[in-house]
């Protein structure tokens, strides 16, 4: 029986494991769904965008505040993780504290994780107060409610929880202690339990380190049922995100290729696709549903973290519209995890289920509300692109319903009239000169 | 209006066996809209005051597409940049100046994957040069002591990153440059953009242009200034709106510079 707990560590760490890679399958299964796009250009400056933009947070302080706290509780993540690498060496092996043999710069590492841990909870319960307390108007609007509001308390309380742990677990193990080596914050937490019996100690320690793992393994799996898989997903996204200007809006190849034919005096409408050539199906013109965006979108979507930056700057949501951006790749995701779902019950295949992103997730109102300003793309600090989506609907909605609102069907029918938005004479458009 | 524009087109240069130095890019706002073409006048007379080689196409312009574009009909986009593109490449066009961001945004970036290539800038970009090549002087002082804040173009600013020209501009003026809060990059939308300008708003608590007005009012300027025909519109209507149109007026940077001069 002494090798109980390992074998309970190690079953634990293989189904934590096994479940969260199996969570990953699915996931890249569903951004698979979305149109191929080439994004295989620029491999140097897409490495540079990751490593400045996600890696280095360089978006995250254009709101200084959170920005700070943000650093704190990323720079927390990223160093403390080396000591799960030691927690899982123990667990696995029955050791305690492998690492402690290397002497000083043991202390040298701990105290930094534990210095780290309370910025970490601090900077926590500040996120909490700021969503909460002071009620920040970006977390307040209408899509923040039941589960995205949830979502981001229970992440908050998540990390509180699992701070706390890793100070008690260091509080309370005696050798540790008395090592007198990198308790720099747990030597302020060991008197709380001073005058508890060793073994009582000795418990509480183990009790923490149970926890503290385990809630590990429940918070890496619970990534993929919420915004926090913006920890994994801000890489990918920032390397793919778009390297040009903001102001360009990609010109769609199948209509180039309709428009030239149309153009061509010597293109035959009529004429039979050439022997052994398959006819080819017309392509859909702009996105209804999550299939029909490209696999980028889809992986922003899932990247989404639930800021509201985007919101919080855009001009129609300002102004009591209803388009949020933020809503925007919510639904977008949303509505892909119905279509994972929807393959997952059906052996694989999508089955009509009567429903699309347009108008079942995001209505007609919120699209046309949109100014194409970039505010959205601006802000997003993981290089989310919001208005491609909202784009891409109004393609669908004018290109395949003509169902753009009467005004903007005058404007174009004046374009293709006479070449000007509104209703005047291309043979006046020097007049102004001689005014 | 007292001496008379001079405004040569493509045809003529061609008739002459000649190439302008760079052609300017009037746009269906700035040829048909009453309160744009000042500004286009304005621009006019910056380049005649300054000898540039400069010609248009007149009767051979029609819209870029970029407004249907943005409302999502990409048919009719591509039809009119084809037919652009086919006279712009038969004119040999190498370099392009426009007083609208959405044309040269449009022009600048989307035209290019059609066939399309030229050097476009912003009229703001092209005064600017100007300047530093000595070709164009501003001594300044009409608006000496003034209060301008500059409202930022979504298609210059955010979407091609330049924050720069139309300020330095603003500079030579002397004025007072007032920023306001949102500003650059964070710089809020008039309200005209994607298409907007020919459409009512949807349902909300206020108008954009109103909000952006707002943020104007807040720095207490003598003028707000603008880089694009449709912010001007917006902007104008705002500051009606908020019945200050006696104390603030709206004017593009052309017209300040053109009345720094007084051309």
């Known amino acids: 029986m002494h090798y109980l707990p390992n074998i309970i560590f190690a079953v634990l760490l293989i189904l934590g494991i096994g479940y969260f890679t199996k969570n990953v399958k699915k996931l890249i299964r569903n951004i698979k769904l979305g149109q191929d796009v080439d994004v295989s250009d620029n491999k140097s ?46 667990g696995v092996f029955g050791t305690h504290r492998i690492f402690s043999g ?97 073994s009582t100690l000795h418990v509480i320690e183990r009790a923490a380190w149970w926890i503290h793992i385990v809630g590990i393994f429940i918070f890496l799996n619970y990534l993929y049922y919420s915004k926090h898989l913006h920890i994994i997903l801000a890489f990918p996204n920032t390397y793919y995100g778009s390297l040009k200007p903001k102001g360009q809006f990609d010109n769609l190849a199948s209509v180039t290729k309709e428009v030239k034919l149309m153009m061509d005096p010597n293109a035959d409408p009529f004429a039979a696709p050439p022997e052994g050539t398959e006819a080819e199906m017309p392509a859909k013109f702009g996105a209804s549903d999550v299939q029909d965006l490209n696999w980028v979108q889809l ?106 609102p009467a005004e903007l069907n005058n404007m174009m029918t004046n374009i293709e009239n006479n070449g000007a938005p509104w209703p005047y004479n291309q043979m006046d458009r020097l007049n102004w000169k001689d005014e | 209006m007292g001496e008379l524009l001079k405004v040569p087109t493509m045809a003529d240069y061609m008739a002459e066996g000649k190439q302008p130095e760079v052609l300017f890019w009037v746009g269906s706002a700035g040829s048909f809209d009453d309160r744009a073409k000042k500004i286009t006048k304005a621009f006019v007379k910056i380049l005649n005051k300054a000898d540039v080689d400069f010609a248009v196409l007149g009767t051979e312009e029609s819209c870029t597409g970029d407004v249907a574009k943005r409302a999502g009909n990409e048919f009719l986009f591509q039809m009119q940049a084809l037919m652009n593109i086919e006279v712009l490449n038969a004119y040999e066009v190498k370099k392009i100046v426009t007083c609208d961001p959405h044309s040269f945004n449009c022009l600048k970036n989307e035209y290019p994957n059609l066939g399309g290539t030229y050097e476009v800038l912003h009229h703001t970009q092209f005064i600017k040069e100007l300047i530093e090549s000595g070709r164009f002087k501003v001594e300044g002082g009409v608006y000496k002591g003034k209060r301008i804040t500059f409202h930022d173009p979504c298609y210059l600013g955010r979407a091609n990153n330049e924050y720069d020209a139309p300020r330095a501009l603003l500079k030579t003026t002397k004025a007072d440059i007032v920023e306001m809060k949102r500003h650059k990059s964070t710089g809020l939308c008039c309200g005209a953009g994607g298409a907007q300008m020919f459409k009512e708003p949807e349902k909300g608590d206020m108008d954009v242009n109103v909000l952006r007005t707002e943020d104007a009012l807040k720095t207490n300027p003598n003028i707000i200034a603008t880089g694009c025909p449709y912010c001007n519109t917006m902007m104008t209507d705002g500051v009606k709106a908020k019945e200050k149109e006696a104390d603030i007026s709206v004017l593009d940077i052309a017209e300040l510079i053109a009345n720094s001069e007084e051309l």
Not at chain 1, 51 to 79: C, D, E, N, T, W
Not at chain 1, 122 to 134: K, L, P, Q, T
Not at chain 1, 349 to 374: M, P, R, S, V
Request: glycine share 6%.
């Open chain 1, 102 to 198: 290397i002497g000083k710069p043991y202390g040298v590492l701990i105290g930094i994780f534990e210095v780290l841990a309370i910025l970490v909870f601090v900077a926590v319960i500040v996120f909490w107060v700021r969503r909460n307390i002071i009620k920040l108007r970006r977390f307040w609007n209408k899509e923040m409610t039941s589960w995205p509001k949830n979502d981001a308390n229970y992440i908050l309380y998540f990390e509180m929880v699992l701070m706390t742990l890793f100070l008690v677990m260091n509080a309370t193990d005696v050798s540790f202690q008395n090592m007198n080596n990198g308790n720099i914050v747990s030597q302020f937490i060991a008197p709380w339990f001073s005058g508890l019996p060793e």
């Open chain 1, 299 to 404: 992986l922003s979507a899932y990247t989404c973290t639930e800021c509201g930056r985007c919101t919080s700057a855009c001009p129609a949501n300002l102004t009591g519209k209803k388009l949020s951006p933020r809503k925007i790749m919510m639904d977008t995701r949303d509505r892909l995890e119905e279509v994972g779902k929807n393959i997952d019950t059906n052996n694989g295949e999508f089955k009509d289920d009567g429903k699309q992103l347009l108008g079942d997730y995001i209505t007609h109102e919120e699209l046309w509300a949109c100014t194409t300003c970039n505010a959205c793309v601006e802000e997003c600090p993981v290089s989310i692109n919001p208005l491609s989506i909202i784009l891409d609907m109004r393609r669908y909605l004018v290109m395949e319903q003509s169902a753009a």
């Open chain 1, 45 to 90: 400056q897409r490495f540079k965008n990751m490593m400045r933009i996600a890696f280095g947070q360089s978006k995250m302080v254009r709101r200084p505040v959170a920005g700070l706290l943000h650093a704190v509780v990323y720079v927390g993540f990223l160093v403390i993780n080396i000591e799960v690498l030691e927690i899982i060496i123990d």
